[in-house]
């Protein structure tokens, strides 16, 4: 394994097409609505316009009320994509409850083989760039494979497991992860 963290651009897209079909045919429950989103830009032809905003929500341009910027990273291990990372830069209230610093998705049929937990490991690496001393990961508490990375990631580096945020009938893990 060679990764690396890049940010998304045309220049790592043709690797990015070639787990579209991946994705469109993945039914996990958890994780998928930001490749949804992508997925359908990438289909409306406004691939460009997704890029310029990545870049924005990175600088903090143009956010939408309530929202805080973050960086958005595709994870490649030798020119192939793996899986998308995004690092929020601060939190909301609502980010304390559901989201956090940190989310995630892998590729379908990459899932299983240690990407998850090498992509956070790299992105704890950039959150401390950034001078975060820890990050909040949350999951939903269904998400047994997410919940077992963001555990590995704690027992290792350390952090605190805080009490799971319930509403009517969903709830969400959360726990602090510190930076490397």
Partial sequence: MTLELVKPSQEYLPAFLKCVDDYRKDTAKYGMDSMR???QMLDDGEIDKWFVKK???DL?????DGYVSGTTYWLMDN???IGSFT???ALTDSLMKIGGNVGYVIAPSKRGQGYAFAGLKLVLIQAKKRGMDRVLITCNT???ASFAVINKAKNLYGGEQLPD???DD???HRVWVNTI
């Fill in 142 to 144: 269904k998400n047994d």
């Fill in 79 to 81: 020119g192939e994509y």
């Fill in 55 to 57: 870049r924005n929500e």
């Fill in 165 to 167: 945020w319930q509403f």
């Fill in 37 to 39: 989103k992508l997925i």
């Fill in 170 to 172: 969903f709830a969400e």
């Fill in 60 to 64: 903090g341009i143009d956010l939408p």
């Fill in 87 to 89: 690092l929020r830069h």
